[in-house]
């Protein structure tokens, strides 16, 4: 991806002071690329089984807590088959719980090709929301980091309570680490989630590297049989 990387631009496709970094869509033979394929075919399944699991919790409760926002590393580095068991678990908790009977949680599809980003140091991105206001069609965010970060690079979601914690908390922060995977959602029910607001902080040190897959909800569809 280093050879085609330029310079970021915001949702309205404009450049901004705001975002400096410099990043590329993974577009035409890059998408075909082995890897790459392997890549979203494992961010599809383990983001198709965080959106059942987190309806049938959905389901059974309401709360602005961390992990109603978000699902950290677990679902991206089970295997596959335990995702899809996981997922099959929680559909049923759901529906046993005042869900739509006769109607599977809809899952997470993918909305466009990855991005990969890289932020030098002193780079950032202030706070914004990844879906446009009025549109849906980044319904939640799968983000990857890539590298570890020497120094600085946090995501941080100011309007986010950190489980177990009061409303006094700066919101949430998540390190960049190798390996680590986040998936967070910026539309509910139709609805903007103010939680999601979220900065990319500057890199004191080092390069911070991460790689974006934006997802949408597929229509719920009939249980077969």
Avoid at 61 to 86: C, K, M, P, Q, V
Wanted: with cysteine; hydrophobic share 35%.
């Amino acid at each position: 991806a280093r050879p085609d990387l330029r310079r970021s631009r915001v949702t309205d496709g404009k450049l901004s002071e705001g975002r400096t970094s410099s990043s590329t869509f993974l577009t035409g033979s890059r998408q075909d690329h082995p890897v790459v394929k392997v890549v979203e075919r494992r961010i599809l399944r383990a983001a198709a089984s965080v959106g059942r699991i987190v309806a049938a919790r959905a389901a059974r409760r309401t709360t602005d807590r961390f992990d109603d926002l978000f699902t950290a590393n677990a679902a991206a580095r089970r295997s596959d088959t335990a995702n899809e068991r996981e997922a099959a678990r929680g559909a049923c908790a759901g529906a046993g719980a005042g869900a739509t009977p006769g109607a599977h949680p809809s899952p997470l599809v993918g909305a466009e090709p990855m991005q990969v980003v890289r932020y030098d140091r002193g780079e950032m991105y202030t706070a914004h929301y990844d879906n446009k206001q009025g549109c849906v069609r980044r319904a939640a965010t799968f983000m990857m980091y890539l590298r570890d970060v020497e120094a600085g690079g946090a995501t941080h979601f100011p309007k986010a309570k950190p489980a177990g914690k009061g409303g006094d908390a700066d919101g949430v922060r998540v390190w960049p680490k190798r390996g680590r995977a986040l998936v967070f959602w910026s539309v509910r029910g139709g609805v903007e989630d103010v939680r999601s607001l979220h900065e990319a902080e500057p890199v004191a040190a080092g390069e911070k590297w991460i790689a974006t897959k934006w997802m949408q909800v597929a229509e719920e569809r009939p249980a077969s049989g």
